[in-house]
């Protein structure tokens, strides 16, 4: 650590949500941590609680590492709050479901003189109850050379394993992983109350899966659905294929005349 | 068990396949067992790696319980052929994953001096790999008072959880149960390769829960999703709400708007 980072840097938490509450819980015994959030009551109860500093605009913005947590559709005008007061050498990092659209947003709204990083922790407060080493974290350099030491951090201190990527390719990912996990969820969570007596060990997997993300706040569902390009996609081939079973089910006369 | 069972029954299995091989291999220490399949060859070669008895239609039938691990389609004519043969007093069960047909089929095809149970195991080979103590059984008695000493054996000799219910409410909830995953495991597997690298725990789980159940025979779909009088409205119920969830996404104007 000292070796990764021997300047003590400072982070700065923008947004003070599940997952930024979260990112501030596995960073403070590390890091001196500075957290801002709209809603200045929710982030001074959560911060005092994990005994952080609650911190104005401009003080979260100037620090040495600066951790975008908002959802993705507030991180354009966060970016330009923030853009003005950043130091020159920061990192600027995102922590969104999807990585083209805040890579571009960050790209076109912060001066060249910070480097910019995409981040995708793949898990989130339910499966990170456990501790978070040996979880995943999808990394995306945007601009200069400091993920390096950052991803080194993640995977030799924090314990997590790194894959460095393209936004691109990150997207593309994610939109069969996520997009496919929040929708059949999505679908699931409506046909409750769910069946919990008479289950297979199948069944039951559905069952943690959805209730690993069922309680994700809104505005991840929409990134993943609606802010990934891939996703559409995904889901229409999704579609596409349990419509083709259905048919296929519909019009299987073997099976009816077997009885 | 010698109390359950004080007069050392012997067994007949009907049907040789994934499930019939697991059975036996779970009742071989505390039973007589004879199987039977209409592909002799199959039966030959894993009933002496067993150290089985592979035996001819009358004596199988003529066993003091007979397990009926056929396919729900092959079931009415394995109960005529052995209709004939069973004893007096001799248990019947089948196995299969949907339990109003078998039971109906057997009522009415087997005659008055037998007992006659449906059972459900609701695991298999991929499930039961680690052993079957804690997994689950339904058991429908249909006909006769002997399912208690059966059910009594599931519970205390081998260990499963077991639900004393009847058909209609077994289908009712594996409707949901087992035609849900298997229609999700379909659809996913049509979809594959899926990502590998960088996965969720939720993704992973939905990834289990396919492998699971996507070997199973091409028998057990059809018998879940076309045998169960209540799967088809559960299919439609998932297609109905995940066409919802769909139209919404492609409505949402807020989420456009943010970019």
Redesign the interface.
Known sequence: MPFLFPDHPTIGIFGFGAFGRLTARHLMDHFALFVHDINADAVSASASELNLRAADVVTVAQCDIVILAVP??AM?SVIATISPHVRAGAIILDVGSVKM?PARMMLEGLPDHVDIIGT?P??GPQ?ARAGISG??I?ICPVRGRQFCRVGAFLRHVLGLKV?V?TPEA?DR??A???G??H??????V??GP??A???????D??V???E??RYDAPSVF?AI???NPYAGAV?E???E??????DQ?AD?P???E??
Chains 1, 2 share one sequence.
């Open positions: 993705v559709t354009r659209e995708h793949l898990f499966s979880l995943k999808a894959f990527v990150h990912e994610a069969v992983v996520q496919v996990t929708l059949i969820a999505k679908v699931l409506q046909m769910l069946p007596r008479m289950t297979t060990a199948s069944f997997l559905l943690q899966a959805t690993m993300v929409w659905e609606n802010a889901r081939q999704f579609f294929l349990a419509t083709g079973v259905r089910l299987n073997c099976a009816k077997a009885f």
